[in-house]
């Protein structure tokens, strides 16, 4: 049952002065819950936890705080598993809880960014839970995607669509007399049954749902799968297995489908009638970045992730040729490119990238110098490896026991070891948890995590949290930095980039970039009238660029 909040005055604004189009260029930090602060020593990230952390990240000098679900839920799938969507998982707290971080972040001048699940709903969703008990012909079953089996009995599924979590995307229900029933739709496991958006009760639902949040004084929503809401009429077979491989390269009958556009139509005016800017970011995985830029015109919404970059290799070319056809697919519908690296579902970027800590943070670097919004997952800014050797009793992700057990973390999302980049973070060297919490953690640290928290790396000049902590000062103080949607590009030797950004006013920026292994020389681009303004690390002297290293040169 939805939780209510009584005696609730209406949201305030946020603390800091109301920015104009402030989303253009805004840092944004994930925050997933489980694993960021424990709060009540259970070992299990929490809401309370989250807000007493919260003048961390504010120090840290990000813009706004995007918080994975939260939502009442049996935890399937770590909570996109939604049951109710207006109520808060007791485990995680409840809407008070929820009113209080709000309120704290926008005194703190932090905007707040809360998932949205609209795909798919929880198997013990109220929705689902009576569509089953009312059975064949219910017009509930119609929120959802029920259809006969296919064979002399109906054994068969109703389509060859497979899971993204493995095995087939379908599961047969039993009737409520106990006879082999229909079968029901779920692009992910089988306790997230996809909602059926030619519904028009699931489009009252969620405008709803948005309202409630917006009213509790949100700033935004990220909308989880903004890609599968719309399924081909029909629901047409593939006409082949394997069709995971074919995911972000191919438009298909259950992804990217162009009715979601009419959904962020109507979306876009709700948000437009509330105050401050309130913003919707889409997850949407497509086969190219001009069919992502399809979710972000100026009726729909505002961002959308940019997967194209986040799985591009540490090569100049492959990353020069993804910057380049990312601005130039936002530039004509006028929306701002994305730049993230890591998030709960992929590879941290230290381990993805080869391991190497030297180039995972001149790769931050080079993608804060990026016109447009920034995106960071929690600890990366410590920079936290992943971890590979959890042992399987210990992991959580639906994936890993429905697709078993990968030799190697390919970093794709759907290999089912998503558990490894989900480890609580450390804030402290000591304690059973390392700072997380009282009562230990829900997946086990490693014991490096002490040398690498928050309470070892404030103060040391040569720290990852510190190099953060810097480049975003800097990046709010440069106006040519985050801010427009192009860059000049500079001659510079094989395996080097460099671009300049140039900003309203103040002095023009350089970045340049060494994704070799290798010193090299730039003589005629970190000239001797500028200064630095900032390296990824030792070994920078006059026009000389240490191996994988990043510098900001203001000229």
Not at 325 to 347: E, I, K, Q, Y
Not at 419 to 428: E, L
Not at 465 to 479: D, F, G, M, S, V
Not at 507 to 532: Q, W
Request: hydrophobic share 35%.
């Amino acid at each position: 049952m939805t939780q209510h909040l009584a005696d609730r005055t209406e949201p305030t604004s946020p603390g800091a002065p109301s920015r104009p189009d402030w989303w253009r260029d805004a840092v944004i930090y994930q925050v997933y819950p489980r694993s960021f602060a424990d709060g009540d020593g259970d070992g299990m990230g929490d809401l309370p936890g989250i807000r007493s952390r919260l003048p961390y990240l504010a120090e840290l000098g990000v813009d706004a705080v995007w918080l994975s679900p939260f939502y009442a839920s049996p935890q399937a799938d770590a909570g996109y598993d939604v049951a109710d969507y207006r109520a808060i998982d007791p485990m995680f707290g409840n809407l008070h809880d929820a009113d209080a971080l709000i309120r704290d972040a926008h005194d703190l001048g932090l905007r707040i960014i809360v998932d949205l699940v609209p795909n798919h709903s929880s198997d013990q969703h109220e929705w689902f839970q009576r569509a089953l008990r009312q059975g064949p012909g219910s017009p509930l079953r119609d929120r959802y995607h029920f259809r006969p089996g296919k064979g002399p009995t109906g054994e068969l599924p109703p389509n060859d669509w497979e899971s993204i979590f493995g095995g087939p995307a379908w599961t047969r229900t039993r009737n409520p007399d106990g006879t082999p029933g229909e079968w029901y739709l779920h692009l992910f496991a089988p306790e997230q049954p996809d909602l059926n958006w030619d519904n028009p009760a699931v489009h009252d639902e969620f405008r709803s749902v948005l309202r409630f949040w917006l009213d509790m004084g949100v700033d935004g929503f990220r909308v989880d799968v903004a890609h599968g809401l719309i399924k081909a009429a029909g629901l047409p077979d593939m006409g082949h297995p394997g069709q995971l491989k074919l995911l972000g390269t191919d438009v298909l009958p259950f992804f990217d489908q162009d009715g979601v556009h009419e959904i962020y139509r109507s979306w876009r005016k709700v948000l437009e009638e509330y105050p401050h800017q309130r913003i919707a970011v889409a997850e949407a995985w497509t086969p190219n970045a001009d069919r992502t830029a399809l979710y972000v015109r100026p009726d729909e919404l505002h961002q959308a992730f940019n997967f194209h970059y986040l799985t591009t290799p540490w090569d100049a070319t492959e990353l020069r040729r993804v910057i380049d056809s990312s601005l130039d697919s936002m530039r004509p519908v006028g929306a701002p490119t994305t730049w993230v690296l890591s998030n709960h579902d992929v590879v941290r970027h230290r381990t993805r990238l080869g391991g190497s800590l030297e180039r995972a943070r001149a790769a931050t670097l080079l993608m804060l110098a990026l016109p447009g919004s920034a995106y960071l997952y929690q600890g990366e800014e410590l920079g936290l490896p992943e971890v590979l050797d959890l042992p399987d009793e210990a992991r959580q992700d639906p994936a890993f026991f429905r697709r078993g057990h990968h030799e190697d973390a390919a970093g794709d999302g759907q290999d089912g070891l998503r558990d490894g980049c989900r480890v609580p973070i450390p804030w402290t060297a000591q304690g059973s948890s390392y700072g997380f919490g009282d009562g230990g953690s829900w997946l086990p640290q490693p014991a490096s995590w002490g040398k690498l928290s928050v309470a070892e790396q404030t103060g040391d000049p040569a720290a990852t949290l510190e190099l953060y902590r810097a480049a975003l000062a800097i990046r709010r103080e440069q106006p040519a930095l985050g801010a427009g949607d192009r860059v000049e590009w500079l001659p510079t030797p094989p395996g080097v980039l460099a671009f300049r950004r140039e900003g309203a006013a103040g002095p023009a920026v350089v970045c340049a970039v060494n994704t070799t292994g290798e010193r090299v020389e730039l003589p005629e681009i970190l000239t001797p009238g500028g200064s630095l303004l900032l390296a990824s690390g030792p070994g920078h002297e006059g026009a000389t660029l240490a191996a994988d290293t990043t510098v900001w040169w203001r000229e």
